[in-house]
């Protein structure tokens, strides 16, 4: 048997469940474990510049493809509580990412020792295991187990803690022979499935909801093979955007009080009956139950069994991994429709066209300062239906979803139930190594911008190019907005005369200089009718250079994006002008029809 040190042993386990990059920042806790990884090869490691970036990058890298997992590794004390946040989020969307913390020996982890801290038990609300080993032979058992545990029904994060002593200490561990546990992921039956399809053929106005889970599945074809036998028209959530292109024919658009269309919202308010699949009835997506779920059935497909039922009891619940699920629902589906069972939905699905080519947002405006609307319409031009968009929180984000075209899964990467400021620039790193010939496109305001834009210098060294566009109001804006509600503008301004860029006026931080003094690219725009220009010299710009480029955009100080106030998805405030001619929308996915 082949004896090893115990870190060699986990990073060995690491290669055989198929990581091959890491993110993270080395300290003296977890020093072994890098050397581990120098001395066996086969991972590449990028130098995060703050903890919390690194997990943050392993999110994104894992949201990129499937199977991936990503792995962020530091200390146990600061390192591991600046990742907290990342395994927040992680926990949050199902996304199963490997945080691994170098310990203090395990003698005086219990004396106060520099950097001791019990990370597991802070991490525990936040992760589906998190563990302090303090026994080295149980080391490749505890990584095996976390793979498994990842991967298996309802994904998520995982934290393994190793104190110094623990990773240097040697055991028998053979690697050729190492195999990774069977996953499990709960599947429904074939009864259960003609359970639902029944219930979705007695109504007369269906709709499926389909959420982050089915892209997790990598089920996205099933999905569109079972609405389009179905002729079921899908509004797909903020997390499952893309699943669906937007211009396919039963796409109907996002519901919600804030990331929806218009058009979404009116068509789900007609509806009778909701299929859910892999989705969480989040609130944002739902607000007020009683109106979302007045006069409508509801079939809810999940892999966690304890989300059934959790935000509102539905008609049926099934718990199923998505993908076991839909392989299912398209069987039964070819023989209902082969046997000439299945109802004719060509006029529903065709009502729900006509509102998209109907109920539209305006986003065509020549003003100076830039209305963010512009910006939107700029980018469809600019990037197209390749583009993998990263974003996190803000007016920014929500405007980006109303306006912004996705069509393929895992083409709109967002953190949605955390929402960090900060984690688009990391997430956007994580996403462009995980698919280095990505066109890759981040959307931030200026303060999620601000909060962790040293990880560009990242980019810098490690040669990940990408586009940032930087859409820069110098306000918290969605904080603003929702503060009217209290009647206040109050701390949520960031604007300062700089004296060193006295040409910025009142918006304070100089971004361009600061991208540049991090080894980047960067571009900014004050006009709107130099949008596009910009746009496409940023992606000569990263391409030949091989950096981060950042766009930014100088936007008028106060815009109200379109969003509810009352908790209702029928009440949505439209705050600017609506489109009333074809030129007031020109990238909309139909044309406007008046």
């Known amino acids: 048997m082949a004896r090893m040190t115990a870190a060699r042993a986990a990073v060995e386990i690491l290669k055989r469940e198929g990581v091959t990059d890491a993110f993270g920042v080395p300290g003296a806790a977890i020093n072994p474990f890098y050397a581990a990884l120098k001395a066996s090869g086969g991972i590449a490691h990028t130098l995060a510049r703050h903890v919390e970036g690194a997990s943050h990058m392993a999110e994104g890298y894992t949201r990129t493809r ?263 629902f398209v069987e039964v589906a070819r023989e209902l429709k082969a046997a000439g069972k299945l109802p004719d939905r060509t006029e529903w699905a065709a009502a729900a066209q006509e509102r998209k080519a109907t109920l539209q947002r305006r986003t065509h405006f020549d003003d100076i300062p830039i209305k ?85 210098a990242v980019g810098a060294q490690h040669k990940i190019p990408y586009v940032h566009v930087l859409v820069n109001n110098s306000y918290l804006g969605l904080i603003r907005q929702a503060q009217r509600a209290f009647d206040i503008d109050f701390q949520v301004n960031l604007e300062f005369e700089n004296i060193n860029a006295p040409e910025l006026g009142v918006y304070g931080v100089d971004h361009v200089k600061v991208a540049e003094g991090l080894g980047c690219k960067a571009i900014r725009v004050t006009d709107p009718a130099e949008l596009g220009a910009a746009l496409e010299q940023a992606k000569k710009l990263a391409a030949e250079y091989r950096v981060p480029v950042v766009v930014e955009a100088i936007l008028e100080r106060v815009t109200n994006i379109s969003m509810s106030t009352t908790n209702d998805i029928g009440n949505v405030v439209e705050f600017e002008e609506i489109a009333t001619e074809p030129g007031h929308a020109p990238t909309s996915i139909k044309t406007l029809k008046v």
């Open 372 to 456: 963010p609307q512009r910006v939107y319409e700029e980018m469809n031009k600019a990037f197209g239906p390749e583009t993998r968009y990263v974003s996190t929180i803000g007016l920014s984000q929500i405007a980006g979803a109303q306006m912004l075209h996705v069509y393929r899964p895992r083409h709109w990467i967002n953190c949605g139930q955390a929402g960090p400021l900060g984690w688009t620039i990391p997430a956007a790193l994580g996403v462009a190594k995980a698919d280095p010939e990505a066109s890759v496109v981040a959307l931030s305001g200026d303060y999620d911008f601000q909060f962790m834009l040293e990880e560009l």
């Open 66 to 328: 499937q199977g991936n997992i990503g792995v962020c590794i530091g200390t146990s004390g600061p390192a591991g509580t600046d990742m907290i946040t990342g395994l927040y989020s992680a926990t949050g969307d199902s996304i199963p990412i490997l945080c691994v913390t170098g310990q203090a020996p395990t003698a005086v982890i219990h004396k106060e020792d520099f950097q001791a801290v019990d990370i597991a038990s802070i991490a525990k609300p936040v992760t589906k295991m998190a563990v302090t080993v303090l026994e080295a032979a149980q080391v490749p058992g505890v990584f095996q187990q976390a793979f498994h545990l990842m991967r298996s029904s309802r994904p998520g994060p995982v934290l393994i803690d190793l104190p110094i002593d623990v990773q240097l200490t040697e055991i028998e561990f053979d690697p050729e022979t190492y195999e990774p546990l069977p996953v499990y992921k709960p599947a429904a039956t074939r009864a259960q499935i003609e359970k639902a399809i029944t219930l979705l053929n007695e109504s007369e106005r269906p709709l499926i909801v389909a959420g982050g889970g089915v892209i997790n599945a990598d089920a996205a074809e099933l999905l569109v093979e079972f609405a389009e036998s179905t002729g079921t028209p899908v509004v797909p959530t903020l997390m499952g955007w893309g699943v669906l292109p937007d211009d396919h024919e039963l796409n109907a658009g996002m519901v919600g009080l804030q990331t929806s269309h218009r058009y979404g919202n009116a068509t789900f308010l007609e509806s009778d009956f909701v299929l859910g699949i892999g989705n969480r009835w989040a609130n944002r997506h739902t607000g007020k139950l009683d109106v979302y779920t007045a006069g409508r059935k509801f079939v809810h497909v999940d892999i966690e069994p304890t989300q059934i039922g959790k935000i509102f009891a539905p008609d049926y619940g099934i718990a199923s991994d998505a993908k076991a699920a839909l392989e299912l």
